[in-house]
């Protein structure tokens, strides 16, 4: 009977006067877990703006490309690389998980420009009737010029049509380029593209 007692007791719970303490409660924010690229401030990450970077995060990740920006909230960085000549990737790096950025290399009046347009659409920019009709008629022109067929069609002529197969709408970007056949397509895209870079 003694040994069915001392059993019962082994098995019951723990009285809650014998629980251990509590562990206590992290500091607030846990400021000691930020890492170093967290801890700059929006004006050192701004000198990494339009700059070519190697940047080295968390589980041996590491991501190459051109910082478009740095969010201050998050110290996210966001990427633009160009494997393609035509095409742009975009990557974002988590800002708690980067352990160092390398800058590889400066960019150029060129390479600005080119990263300032990715997230300005042209069609973002306010352009008043007349000036989308000079571009229409500048395009054009350059295009005939350069022997590629083209004429207006649609509302007004504003949609451009080249050689009966791809139509360009205002305004009058790559972007705006429309065609089933890929290989006219990515041709004409490069050509206005190019034609665009010469502009004033």
Known sequence: MAAATTAATAASPPSPLHRPPAAPLPSVLNVGNMNDWQRKSPLDWQTYVNKQVKVAAAEKHEYEGWVLTVDPVSAN??????????KVVISVVLGHAIQEV???????DEMEKRLSRL??????????????EK?????????????????????????????????????YSPEECSSSNEIILSRVQSLIQGY????P
């Open 196 to 199: 665009l870079e010469k502009q």
């Open 119 to 132: 997230f300005m659409p042209e069609e973002s920019k306010a352009y008043s009737p007349e000036e989308l």
């Open 135 to 171: 571009r229409k008629s500048n395009l054009k022109t350059w295009l005939e010029t350069n022997h590629i067929p083209v004429t207006e069609q649609g509302e007004s002529g504003r949609t451009l049509c080249v050689a009966g197969v791809l139509t360009v709408d205002p305004p």
């Open 102 to 108: 390398e800058i590889l290399k400066e960019g150029d």
């Open 77 to 86: 960085i966001v990427l633009a690389s160009f494997p393609e000549k035509e």
